[in-house]
């Protein structure tokens, strides 16, 4: 029995955010250095923040997040544990929304009046999200203070020529409030038994506009962000199960993307990337954790895609990497995308974004019906396939291949975007331009899903179209990918049309995207299932026996909780249960050595056993990690191997569970208009009933077609 338990990820530090904001403090709620802040559109504005009382600086012995947006710590004053009493208690809060409203509350337990003096150090430097986390500034400017003693509030103004960047920080209190030397001090009087306080509000100012502060208080209100948040807590589906573990990782994960909404229109839904790092637009990364979300509420995706389609390119972009009809992959405002230091305002650097869109739309329209949103979105869906067409493939062989425009862009642009992510054999970095084999992947399935869509909306000789481009690229794919003698493909041709023989994580996606010839699935299946690809608490992206193999690199090695998802949905379409049921005991075990049940970004890749009870992260991993969340609803899903037919209001099922998941019912599952609890009994044959309280919808058990073909022809190919 594994011990390991509450493992936190980035042990020193506690933050809380709101659409594009977040304060990062270390773990008694302290802003004093790097990676600390309030950080407004990936921007710092606020980088210090010291609290004396009475020239002291409080002893805080309890600090807590509350929902999202809030953070609440606990301070000795005044000891309370003699008498006659004199106990008196600090109580540091934070509200979280355009701004930020720290309120500074003393309770009293005592039978005399206190008087305390306050001082707060202060200081904004306009650091970039991505240079504080580093710890090395790339651009710099002169910071101005100017005191208003009217309005007991300071502006510190960034003097950089291209920048119009400001942070006011006003004092609320009852006393005069003075300011010199970047300290602002105040006093606070607590009558016998009472309580006093002052608010500092830290208001961002960005071209002239200014960030309010919310109001002081735990409930969600406010901003678009917090109107997703309460939507999102109230949409999305609950889970029950005698499996506490299971059950526990359900609920965290529901409630980290219910709190991960950025608040941007047109999709104020679709989440951010993760925590702390990436409080930004990430395209393939909302709509990934929309689309494997599904089973507990569609207004993630429904989002992700509104906001993608927003967003979707309209010229020839060299140092964007954009072309029209790419899909934007990243979109940040701290100060380093906007003085073109890097691209990231708006960067397009990505072949997976675009076919993940019109994966999703399709997907989305199978669970929903939403011929609304779908009409809306289908011009940009043309857009993006025609993109496929006329840009991915850069030599026109029929796969599509990346390259890299722009002198700061990304080498990488398939889903392992990291510079040493494509490696040979012999673990030397593959050039540009790079067919990776995911992609292909993408590729078909996008072709698959738009003609769906499009057919659905009416155009269906387009989608005819479309069918038949996607099965000539997979009777193609096979025959230049597959390595026979690793029963796996390739994970990519190199600019020489050579494949990269190097085995790898790949394969799992092309499992989801259907891709992989039926008979072949279950050879697939096994090999990511051996010991040098699967660690025991997931697929390593790079397998173990090559000479590249790094366990904490960030995709040479490492264990991504995202892709133990979709190679979950994967192996289901396929019907490998053996190997589905081991991922998913895998990603909950996984999840039980955290905080929360709370899996991160990026695990290692070392071996699960008695040497290594607990794997550790990736060093700069995130959490919570949207994508990371979301793979825990698809692993049910998977296990159900559920799919939606929302014109028949009814669901197909093949469900099998594994003896350690002898039950669970769904709380508030929607498919069109209608909203049911789904309840599923393990038999004694490992299969499962599968039913629904008041007939709500239909249940009709029926394997995929991929299933059935792969059981009649179980002996396999190699």
């Not at 990364?285 to 989002?303: E, N, V």
């Not at 080498?411 to 067919?435: F, R, T």
Request: charge should be neutral.
């Amino acid at each position: 029995m594994n011990r390991v338990r509450d493992a936190r990820v980035r042990p020193e530090l506690i933050h809380v955010s709101s659409g594009w904001n977040v304060v990062i403090t270390d773990v008694n709620g302290r802003i004093r250095t790097n990676p600390h802040g309030f950080f407004a559109r990936n921007t710092r504005i606020l980088s210090l923040e010291r609290i004396t009382v009475n020239g002291s600086e409080p002893l805080i012995f309890s600090t807590a997040r509350v929902g999202a947006h809030a953070q609440l710590s606990y301070a000795q004053l005044v000891e309370g544990e003699s008498l006659p009493r004199r106990g008196a208690y600090l109580m540091v809060e934070r509200f979280l929304g355009e701004g930020l409203r720290t309120r500074l509350r003393v309770q009293s337990y005592s039978d005399v009046e206190h008087r305390f003096h306050v001082a707060i150090e202060v200081d904004a430097d306009f650091a970039d999200t991505d240079e504080a986390d580093r710890g090395e500034r790339r651009q710099t400017a002169p910071v101005t203070d100017r005191w208003d003693p009217a309005s007991s509030s300071v502006t510190f103004r960034y003097e950089h020529p291209d920048l119009d960047l400001a942070a006011v920080i006003a004092v609320e209190a009852t006393a005069a409030v003075s300011y010199e030397g970047k300290v602002l001090t105040f006093d606070l009087v607590v009558p016998p038994g009472g309580s006093a306080a002052a608010d500092v509000l830290t208001q961002p100012v960005f071209d002239g506009v200014t960030g309010r502060a919310p109001d002081a208080g735990y409930s969600e209100r406010g901003d678009s962000a917090a109107v997703a948040r309460t939507a999102l807590w109230a949409e999305l589906a609950t889970l029950r199960s005698t499996n506490a573990t299971v059950a526990q990782a359900w609920q965290t994960a529901i409630g980290d993307l219910a709190c991960l909404p950025l608040g941007e229109h047109p999709g104020p839904a679709a989440p951010a990337a993760g925590l702390p790092i990436y409080q930004q637009i990430f395209g393939r990364d909302s709509l990934t954790a929309g689309w494997q979300a599904l089973l507990a509420g569609p207004t993630m995706l429904r989002d992700a895609l509104l906001l993608a389609a927003d967003r979707i390119g309209q010229r020839i972009d060299d140092w964007r990497d954009e072309e029209p009809g790419k899909v934007l992959h990243q979109g940040r405002h701290g100060p380093l995308s906007r003085l073109a230091i890097d691209p990231y305002s708006a960067y397009y650097g990505d072949w997976s974004t675009s076919p993940d869109f019109l994966i999703f739309l399709g997907q989305y329209l199978a669970w929903t019906g939403d011929l609304k949103l779908v009409r809306r979105v289908l011009p940009a869906a043309r857009e993006a396939l025609q993109w496929l067409e006329r840009y991915a493939d850069l030599d026109g062989d029929g796969f599509v291949e990346y390259e890299t425009r722009s002198p700061q862009g990304l080498k990488n642009q398939g889903w392992k975007d990291s510079d040493s992510a494509i490696v040979d054999e012999h673990g030397i970095s593959v050039e540009n331009p790079i067919a990776s084999s995911e992609l292909q992947g993408y590729h078909y399935a996008a072709l698959r899903y738009a003609a769906f869509a499009f057919g659905t909306a009416g155009d269906r000789a387009y989608a005819a179209e479309l069918v038949a481009r996607a099965a000539t690229l997979r009777r193609r794919f096979h025959g230049a990918f597959w390595m026979p003698e690793h029963g796996s493909y390739a994970q990519a041709l190199g600019p020489d049309k050579r494949p990269v023989r190097s085995v790898n994580s790949n394969d799992g996606q092309l499992l989801a995207t259907g891709i992989v010839p039926s008979r072949y699935a279950p050879t697939v299946a096994r090999r990511l299932l051996e010991p040098d690809m699967f660690s025991g608490w997931g697929m390593r992206t790079l397998s173990a026996e090559h000479p590249a193999y790094d366990p904490f690199s960030y995709h040479r090695g490492s264990v991504w909780p995202v892709e133990s998802g979709t190679l979950s949905l994967g192996l289901a379409r396929y019907g490998c249960l053996p190997q589905l049921h081991a991922v998913a005991e895998a990603t909950f075990a996984a999840a039980a050595l955290f905080e929360g049940h709370r899996l991160p970004e990026v695990i290692s890749g070392l071996p699960r056993g008695a040497e290594h009870p607990f794997p550790g992260v990736y060093p700069n991993a995130c959490s919570p990690q949207a994508w990371s969340a979301s793979a825990i609803i698809a692993i049910i899903q998977a296990m159900l191997m559920l799919r939606p037919v929302v014109a028949a209001r009814c669901i197909l099922v093949d469900p099998h569970l594994p003896p350690w998941l002898p039950d669970f019912t769904l709380e508030g599952v929607r498919l069109g208009r209608t909203t049911f609890d789904l309840v599923v009994r393990r038999t004694r044959n490992g299969g499962a009933r599968v039913s629904v309280p008041g007939g709500a919808i239909g249940v009709i058990h029926r394997p995929t077609f991929q299933t059935r073909h792969a059981r009649a022809n179980r002996v396999g190919a190699t």
